[in-house]
C-alpha cells in the first residue's frame, strides 16, 4: 500500500497496524464485516490517509482473509464514500476537499433540521431512552472509529421516528460521507468530541420538552464546528 505522499522507511507498517485494529473489534461479525469494519476504523482514525492505495492481496493477507470479502468491503465503503475506484478498478481512500466539505455539511444541515422538525413531535419515550442509551456508550468511548459508528447510531435512532424509509436513506448515506470529516475534526481538536457529546444531551433535552425550535437550532449548530474545523485543516495543507 501506499499514500499519495510516500512512506518512510521509519514509519510503521499501516497494514501491520490495520491488523491490530481488526483484531479490537468486539462486536460478532462475518469476515465480509470484519475486514469492512477494520478498513472504516484505519479510514477514520487516519491510519489509512486519504489517498492511500488499497491492494486486495495485501488486505487480505493483513487480515487472514481470502480476497472475497476484503472486494465486498470495498464496494460497501465506496457506497459510504469512504473508498473510490479508479478507471482500472484499483481502489484508495477518498481524499477530502474543502469543496466536498461544504457540500455535504450543506446538504446534511438541510436534511437533519428537516428529519429533526419532523420527529420532535413523534418520538416516543422509548426512542429517547435508547437515545439516552447510546449516548453514555459515547460519553465513556475513547475509540475515536467506535464514537463516530455510535454517533450515527444515535441521530438514526432519532430520526428514525420520522418513519420515512426515503428520508433515513437519505441521511444514512450523508452520515457515512461525513464520518471522515469528523473523524479529521477531531484528530484536529480533540475537545470536539467533548462539545459534541455536549450538545447531543442539549438535543435530548430539546426533544423530551417538544420544543421544535431548539431542536433544529442545536441541530444546525451542531455541525458548524466540524465543518469549520476540516476547512481550516484542509486549506493550510494547500498552503
Same mark, same amino acid.
Given at each position: 500500500?501506499?499514500?499519495?505522499?510516500?512512506?518512510?522507511?521509519?514509519?510503521?507498517?499501516?497494514?501491520?497496524?490495520?491488523?491490530?485494529?481488526?483484531?479490537?473489534?468486539?462486536?460478532?461479525?462475518?469476515?465480509?464485516?470484519?475486514?469492512?469494519?477494520?478498513?472504516?476504523?484505519?479510514?477514520?482514525?487516519?491510519?489509512?490517509?486519504?489517498?492511500?492505495?488499497?491492494?486486495?492481496?495485501?488486505?487480505?493477507?493483513?487480515?487472514?482473509?481470502?480476497?472475497?470479502?476484503?472486494?465486498?468491503?470495498?464496494?460497501?465503503?465506496?457506497?459510504?464514500?469512504?473508498?473510490?475506484?479508479?478507471?482500472?478498478?484499483?481502489?484508495?481512500?477518498?481524499?477530502?476537499?474543502?469543496?466536498?466539505?461544504?457540500?455535504?455539511?450543506?446538504?446534511?444541515?438541510?436534511?437533519?433540521?428537516?428529519?429533526?422538525?419532523?420527529?420532535?413531535?413523534?418520538?416516543?419515550?422509548?426512542?429517547?431512552?435508547?437515545?439516552?442509551?447510546?449516548?453514555?456508550?459515547?460519553?465513556?468511548?475513547?475509540?475515536?472509529?467506535?464514537?463516530?459508528?455510535?454517533?450515527?447510531?444515535? +441521530?438514526?435512532? #432519532?430520526?428514525? $421516528? !420520522?418513519?420515512?424509509?426515503?428520508?433515513?436513506?437519505?441521511?444514512?448515506?450523508? @452520515? /457515512?460521507?461525513?464520518?471522515?470529516?469528523?473523524?479529521?475534526?477531531?484528530?484536529?481538536?480533540?475537545?470536539?468530541?467533548?462539545?459534541?457529546?455536549?450538545? +447531543?444531551?442539549? #438535543?435530548?433535552? $430539546? !426533544?423530551?420538552?417538544?420544543?421544535?425550535?431548539?431542536?433544529?437550532?442545536?441541530? @444546525? /449548530?451542531?455541525?458548524?464546528?466540524?465543518?469549520?474545523?476540516?476547512?481550516?485543516?484542509?486549506?493550510?495543507?494547500?498552503?
Amino acid at each position: 500500500m501506499t499514500t499519495s505522499e510516500g512512506a518512510h522507511a521509519t514509519e510503521p507498517d499501516p497494514m501491520l497496524l490495520l491488523a491490530g485494529l481488526g483484531r479490537q473489534q468486539v462486536r460478532p461479525t462475518t469476515a465480509h464485516e470484519f475486514v469492512r469494519e477494520s478498513l472504516r476504523r484505519g479510514i477514520l482514525t487516519g491510519l489509512l490517509p486519504g489517498g492511500s492505495q488499497l491492494g486486495q492481496s495485501q488486505i487480505a493477507e493483513s487480515l487472514g482473509v481470502s480476497t472475497t470479502p476484503v472486494r465486498e468491503a470495498l464496494r460497501d465503503l465506496a457506497s459510504e464514500g469512504l473508498i473510490d475506484f479508479d478507471a482500472y478498478r484499483t481502489a484508495s481512500v477518498h481524499l477530502p476537499t474543502a469543496e466536498e466539505l461544504n457540500e455535504v455539511y450543506n446538504l446534511r444541515q438541510m436534511l437533519e433540521s428537516y428529519a429533526v422538525s419532523t420527529m420532535v413531535p413523534l418520538v416516543t419515550e422509548q426512542r429517547l431512552k435508547e437515545a439516552e442509551r447510546i449516548q453514555d456508550l459515547m460519553e465513556s468511548e475513547t475509540d475515536t472509529a467506535e464514537w463516530l459508528i455510535l454517533n450515527a447510531e444515535f +441521530h438514526a435512532i #432519532l430520526t428514525g $421516528a !420520522c418513519q420515512s424509509p426515503k428520508l433515513e436513506n437519505f441521511l444514512a448515506t450523508l @452520515r /457515512a460521507s461525513v464520518a471522515l470529516y469528523v473523524g479529521m475534526a477531531i484528530r484536529t481538536d480533540p475537545n470536539r468530541q467533548i462539545e459534541s457529546n455536549r450538545e +447531543h444531551r442539549e #438535543l435530548l433535552a $430539546a !426533544c423530551r420538552n417538544r420544543d421544535i425550535a431548539r431542536a433544529v437550532e442545536v441541530t @444546525r /449548530a451542531h455541525m458548524d464546528p466540524a465543518r469549520d474545523l476540516v476547512e481550516s485543516a484542509l486549506l493550510s495543507q494547500l498552503g
